[in-house]
């Protein structure tokens, strides 16, 4: 069947994967999710009407948001699963359907008679789906509209996808606002509208980006809130002799819940990927049993998980399809789903401790080596007065954000490359998974101020934000004119959130990589160079002493 995909940044010859994706996504898998994302829009339709007639309904936007995290990059790759998905979101449109007709009663306003994925009604069984997907897929789109304005489109659409991701997060430790759903059900509904300006679209991502903002702070006050603001922690990245789970994601929840039901039971706990800095946050490193890090970014687990002798636990995206060899020790929870893997419900870990207690750990003590996380905003604003001195002094000349998401894609090692070339008067802060490609080199310090600064998750990005404007407001001056350059590198949908965030705050002379996305097309692209300064990343030689010289 036919098949279209360009979301991520290793989609196929930098254009779009059709058939199987470079991520592992089947055709089936494939149409499913685009009806999964027309299913959400259609209730974004109604309830974005009923909204604004004084009807609200939050346990409708959290159902949009999950709908819209299950078809970010490494998350659902189960069919099954998708159907599921697809039947519960049909029932959930037949509700937001009934609140926007109470609203209408209720204001004596005249219903609106809505088309297109409002319109929808999902098809009995799996084949049934697939044969309705083709109207909802990238393709027809394209067909209907053009590439420009598709791509503008599909910019909201995977910038709220990423933003769904960090509202699931945030909802998950309690954290819901029905402003933050009423604008997912306005920008949603706006990503059906057909026709609209490229400065239409490109005030819509922006829009995006303000909403983005506003999850993550909200996120931000979820994490620390619960667990506690994040502290400077050494982290061992050698194996402690004793059984052993790797725990992978973003999900901190599943972490806490988890060391609380291996408490006393001898099994070590290590965390991998995105789940590094939880070792910065009080309220998760006062358990002893959570020894350490294995491992590296996410698509390198296909090749380091066959020496990790214990079970593994996928909390959210980074899943790759395991090999035969350890599929059987993988467990997932949340939204993420693989045929093939027993999925845990209700966060009862019992499945994964089993597995773990079979297998014989770790025989040997590895000797100790660590590397530092736990920069979030409060560690490094509580040092302000001294970095701020040190930039005044001239001991400190520039700052680096060097960070994002890491990939397999040819081409990232330029992030190593830059990150060893930034001059000994200089800090790197990184954050997200593309500081695996350097964060256990040594970089030193610049009188007690560390030079590589992990902030965190790709979550934690607000923390940076917050970093910046504080640092500008000691130094009176504003983000852009911060001796600051911002080195990105992206994968997938967050990535994409986060840097419309930065470009709705006005930050410019972003580089950006290691390619740029397909979905934007040149003549797109031009409007983003043009008003933000966007750059392409070239040579890390060539880019430093660019930036060296703002």
């Known amino acids: 069947m036919e098949s279209f995909c360009y979301q991520c940044e290793q989609t196929l010859s930098g254009k779009g994967c059709e ?3 470079n991520c592992g996504k089947d055709p089936v898998t494939g149409a499913l999710q685009d009806l999964v994302v027309h299913a959400a829009k259609g209730i974004a339709m109604y309830a974005h009407r009923a909204n604004l007639l004084g009807k609200h309904d939050d346990a409708l936007g959290r159902t949009v948001v999950q709908a819209l995290f299950t078809t970010v990059t490494n998350v659902d790759f189960d069919p099954d699963n998708l159907v599921r998905i697809v039947h519960d979101l049909g029932r959930s449109l037949e509700k937001a359907r009934a609140l926007y007709g109470a609203a209408c009663d209720r204001q004596n306003a005249r219903t609106e008679k809505l088309a297109g994925p409002a319109a929808y009604v999902p098809a009995a069984d799996k084949d049934g789906l697939v044969a309705q997907a083709g109207a909802a897929s990238i393709k027809a789109k394209i067909a209907r509209v053009g590439q420009d304005a598709t791509g503008l489109s599909e910019l909201v659409l995977y910038g709220l996808k990423g933003t769904a991701a960090y509202a699931e997060h945030a909802a998950v430790l309690g954290r819901e606002s029905s402003e933050v759903y009423g604008l997912f059900y306005e920008l949603l509904d706006l990503a059906t509208k057909e026709g609209l300006t490229a400065d239409e679209l490109l005030a819509a991502a922006l829009k995006v980006g303000e909403l983005n903002l506003k999850v993550m702070a909200l996120l931000d006050d979820a ?4 667990y506690g603001h994040p502290v400077p922690t050494a982290v061992r990245v050698t194996p402690v002799k004793g059984k052993a789970i790797l725990i992978s994601g973003h999900d901190l929840k599943d972490l806490k819940t988890l060391l609380e039901q291996t408490e006393g039971k001898g099994i070590n706990v290590y965390t991998h990927g995105e789940m590094l800095p939880a070792h910065g946050y009080p309220e998760l490193k006062k358990h002893a049993h959570l020894v350490g890090n294995w491992g590296g970014a996410w698509q390198d687990q296909v090749r380091e998980f066959d020496a990790f002798p214990g079970a593994f636990l996928f909390t959210t995206n980074c899943i790759q399809k395991p090999k035969d060899s350890y599929r059987g020790r993988v467990f997932t929870s949340g939204l993420v789903s693989m045929p093939g893997v027993r999925h845990v419900a209700d ?3 019992s499945p994964v401790i089993e597995a773990a207690l079979a297998q014989p750990g770790f025989t040997e003590e590895a000797p100790a080596k660590t590397i530092t996380v736990g920069f979030g905003r409060n560690a490094v604003l509580g040092v302000a007065g001294k970095v701020v001195e040190a930039v005044q002094s001239g001991a400190l000349k520039h700052f680096f954000l060097v960070g994002g998401c890491d990939g397999a894609k040819t081409g990232r090692n330029y992030y190593t490359e830059f990150a060893e070339a930034v001059p000994k008067d200089c800090v790197v802060l990184t954050l997200a998974c593309g500081k695996y490609r350097f964060n256990q080199k040594e970089f030193g310090d610049i009188g007690g101020i560390p030079r590589l600064l992990d902030v965190g998750q790709c979550n934690d990005a607000y923390s940076a934000i917050q970093i910046a404007v504080a640092l500008a ?55 983003l160079v043009e008003k933000f300064g966007i750059k392409a990343i070239t040579t890390a030689e060539a880019d430093l002493k660019a930036c060296l010289a703002k």
């Open 347 to 349: 966060r009862d870990f």
């Open 473 to 527: 407001g000691a130094l009176k001056t504003d983000v852009n004119s911060l001796p600051l350059s911002m080195i990105l590198s992206w994968y997938e949908q967050k990535a994409v959130a986060i840097l419309l965030t930065l470009l709705h705050l006005g930050i410019k002379n972003i580089r950006l990589g290691p390619s740029l996305p397909a979905f934007v097309s040149p003549a797109a692209l031009n409007v």
């Open 223 to 226: 994490n620390t809130g619960t």
């Open 19 to 21: 058939s199987v994706g």
